[in-house]
């Protein structure tokens, strides 16, 4: 029942900002949440990943240009995008991992819920 909905995707000139939100119910956020990106032609990339205890990673295109930030009382997540560049145009989906138990005990996070996408456009 874990639903994720982006907004805030749109059309920017290079070197602009987009705001993307991701609104999540049914989640408990035991598991990392995080943004992916797809551009025609390309496959899904990873972009962006917040830990539930608030621990953020980027890959290399998203340093020191995007943040990446979550709201549990308001059940959001928020990936801030600044600098935009041509390369950055995509579909950006919200993601979140579900926590699967092991049959020892133990248990691994993997990404399973996806957004429905939302498309961030950058001219030059």
């Known amino acids: 029942q874990v639903q994720l909905v982006e907004s805030g995707g749109g059309s920017v000139q290079a070197g602009g900002s987009l705001k993307l939100s991701c609104l999540v119910s049914?989640?408990?956020?035991?598991?990392?949440m995080g943004w992916y990106r797809q551009a025609p032609g390309k496959e899904r990339e990873l972009v962006s990943s917040?830990?539930?205890?608030?621990?953020?990673t980027y890959e290399e295109p998203a340093k020191g240009r995007f943040t990446i930030s979550q709201d549990k009382a308001k059940n959001a997540l928020y990936l801030q995008m600044d600098s935009l560049s041509p390369d950055d145009t995509a579909v950006y989906y919200c993601?979140?991992?579900?926590?699967?138990?092991?049959?020892?005990?133990?248990?691994?996070?993997?990404?399973?819920?996806w957004g429905q996408g939302t498309q961030v456009t950058v001219s030059s």
């Open positions: 917040i830990s539930s205890v608030g621990i953020a």
């Open positions: 049914g989640y408990n956020f035991d598991c990392a």
């Open positions: 993601a979140a991992e579900r926590r699967e138990p092991l049959r020892n005990g133990f248990f691994v996070c993997l990404w399973e819920y």
